[in-house]
């Protein structure tokens, strides 16, 4: 029975360690030849964007973020430098009903999922990958969902804003709640039906590499049985 437990093990081991990553992008298809400083370029202050939930497909576990530059180049050849502290969660707020109150726009399994300096070298066409320090489970069926971005002591200026990321301004799936001032705005602003083109991942079991494996699995117990049976 050693001898069939050990191969089970790694079998199992094996099943449970293939990933796949499912990436989803919301906002396409992005306004040609514009894009935003905000929150990622010159910014200090506080960012809120809606995502309806009738964009997702499904339950998905957020790995990362992800946001594009493929539509206007700033010139810029680094990312500003600052610290950005992103959270996510799922909120009654829609792409058109966000409060210019910020704290009213955030749901009750808000999560801190990021928080870190995200300077870089850059050219145009780059995309910015934000690994996430605490994966986020988003259900659509509970509600919205809104990404919260905080960011302070960002470098920069007018003159030198800092890469513009895609975005979508005619759509009915985000929205956007924003203070571009720090403590300095009393409320946000609040603007319908427009975001930045963003990209979720998430890691998940591939079917494929699960029938594999399993098949393999009931074959190598077959082996092993036929062999203590001689």
Do not use: H
């Given at each position: 029975?050693?001898?069939?437990?050990?191969?089970?093990l790694l079998?199992?081991?094996?099943l449970?360690?293939?990933?796949v990553?499912?990436d989803?992008i919301?906002?396409?298809?992005a306004?040609p030849?514009?894009?935003?400083?905000?929150?990622?370029g010159?910014?200090?202050?506080?960012y809120?964007?809606?995502?309806?939930?009738?964009a997702?497909?499904?339950?998905?576990?957020?790995?990362?973020l992800?946001?594009?530059?493929?539509q206007?180049?700033?010139?810029a050849?680094?990312?500003?430098?600052?610290?950005?502290t992103?959270?996510?969660s799922?909120?009654s707020?829609?792409?058109?009903?966000?409060?210019?109150?910020?704290?009213?726009?955030?749901g009750?399994?808000n999560?801190?999922v990021?928080?870190?300096?995200?300077?870089?070298?850059?050219?145009?066409g780059?995309t910015?990958?934000?690994?996430?320090?605490?994966?986020f489970?988003?259900?659509?069926?509970?509600?919205?969902?809104?990404m919260?971005?905080?960011?302070?002591?960002?470098t920069g200026s007018v003159?030198?804003?800092g890469v513009?990321?895609?975005?979508?301004?005619?759509s009915?799936?985000?929205g956007?709640?924003?203070?571009?001032?720090?403590?300095v705005?009393?409320?946000?602003?609040?603007?319908?039906?427009?975001?930045?083109?963003?990209?979720?991942?998430?890691?998940?079991?591939?079917?494929?590499s699960?029938?594999?494996?399993?098949?393999g699995?009931?074959?190598?117990?077959?082996?092993t049985r036929?062999?203590l049976?001689?």
């Amino acid at each position: 029975m050693r001898k069939i437990f050990t191969p089970l093990l790694l079998c199992i081991s094996l099943l449970c360690a293939v990933p796949v990553f499912a990436d989803q992008i919301i906002g396409l298809p992005a306004d040609p030849g514009t894009g935003s400083f905000f929150p990622f370029g010159f910014y200090n202050g506080e960012y809120q964007q809606v995502y309806t939930a009738g964009a997702f497909s499904g339950p998905i576990t957020i790995t990362n973020l992800e946001f594009f530059n493929t539509q206007f180049n700033s010139s810029a050849t680094a990312m500003s430098s600052g610290t950005w502290t992103i959270a996510l969660s799922t909120t009654s707020a829609n792409w058109n009903t966000l409060s210019t109150t910020f704290a009213s726009n955030v749901g009750g399994d808000n999560t801190t999922v990021f928080s870190g300096n995200l300077s870089q070298p850059w050219g145009f066409g780059n995309t910015l990958t934000i690994n996430l320090s605490t994966p986020f489970t988003y259900n659509p069926l509970n509600g919205n969902l809104l990404m919260d971005i905080m960011a302070s002591g960002v470098t920069g200026s007018v003159f030198n804003p800092g890469v513009a990321f895609d975005i979508n301004g005619a759509s009915t799936i985000m929205g956007v709640d924003e203070c571009p001032l720090g403590s300095v705005c009393p409320s946000g602003t609040v603007t319908s039906g427009f975001g930045l083109v963003t990209g979720f991942s998430t890691t998940v079991p591939e079917p494929s590499s699960i029938l594999l494996l399993g098949t393999g699995l009931v074959g190598l117990v077959g082996a092993t049985r036929r062999k203590l049976g001689k």
